[in-house]
Antibody, heavy 120, light 106 residues
Framework: QLQLHESGPGLVKPSETLSLTCTVS??????????WGWIRQPPGKGLEWIGS???????YYNPSLKSRVTISVDTSKNQFSLKLTSVSAADTSVYYC????????????WGQGTLVTVSS | DIQMTQSPSYLSASVGDKVTITCRTS??????LNWYQQKPGKAPNLLIY???RLQGGVPSRFSGSGSGTDFTLTISSLQPEDFATYYC????????FGGGTKVQIK
């Protein structure tokens, strides 16, 4: 069974860079017809797509975050990562990593999520 | 971006009730509309994709319909484990989600 697990600091200071890694187990990240994405959810609010990457390294970002976001993939470690620069309190959220199906364009497997708080 | 409007935002219902949640998009998305269920403290779980296709393992009391700009998620007979928040998501262009519908116990 495919599993995804987010890891990284739970507390980031304002203006600094948020860095998270998603480790994929139970399957390869280097598989055609799937992509790997980050979605976030502020406490008590709805879901926001941050961006997605294919194992080839092709990436797609939410235009509202594009200037601050980098998503990268490390196929040797079966991981993909998120960097979000110049964070503020508005970036406090639960961050999820997920697998996307390239045919149906859905996120069919999700990590459990990790809360990142931006505070000094 | 394609805007998503879900209604209602909150819904109170009893076990056994038929429940209907609607999602409207700001432009036509054909049938590229998906539904997720989220329980407190958990990640969203895919229920329905491409408007009406049931994800594997999802009970048949869940169904979806619609095309263009108007879509519906129906739970034919609400069960205790169905009390959760439901989100629609369009996959016609860059992914966007609806604001959610919280289904509460009456």
């Amino acid at each position: 069974q495919l599993q995804l697990h987010e890891s990284g600091p739970g507390l980031v200071k304002p203006s600094e860079t948020l860095s998270l890694t998603c480790t994929v187990s139970g399957g390869s990240i280097s598989i055609s017809n799937y992509y790997w994405g980050w979605i976030r959810q502020p406490p008590g609010k709805g879901l926001e797509w941050i961006g997605s990457t294919y194992y080839s390294g092709n990436t797609y970002y939410n235009p509202s975050l594009k200037s601050r976001v980098t998503i990268s993939v490390d196929t040797s470690k079966n991981q993909f990562s998120l960097k979000l620069t110049s964070v503020s309190a508005a970036d406090t959220s639960v961050y999820y990593c997920a697998r996307g199906d390239d045919f149906s364009k859905v996120f069919d497997f999700w990590g459990q999520g990790t809360l990142v708080t931006v505070s000094s | 971006d394609i805007q998503m409007t879900q209604s209602p935002s909150y819904l109170s219902a009893s076990v056994g009730d038929k429940v209907t949640i609607t999602c409207r998009t700001s432009q036509s998305i054909s049938r590229y509309l998906n539904w997720y269920q989220q329980k407190p403290g958990k990640a969203p779980n895919l229920l329905i994709y491409v408007a009406s296709r049931l994800q594997g393992g999802v009970p048949s009391r869940f169904s979806g319909s619609g095309s263009g700009t108007d879509f519906t998620l129906t739970i034919s007979s609400l069960q205790p484990e169905d009390f959760a928040t439901y989100y629609c998501q369009q996959s016609y262009s860059i992914p966007t989600f609806g604001g959610g519908t919280k289904v509460q116990i009456k």
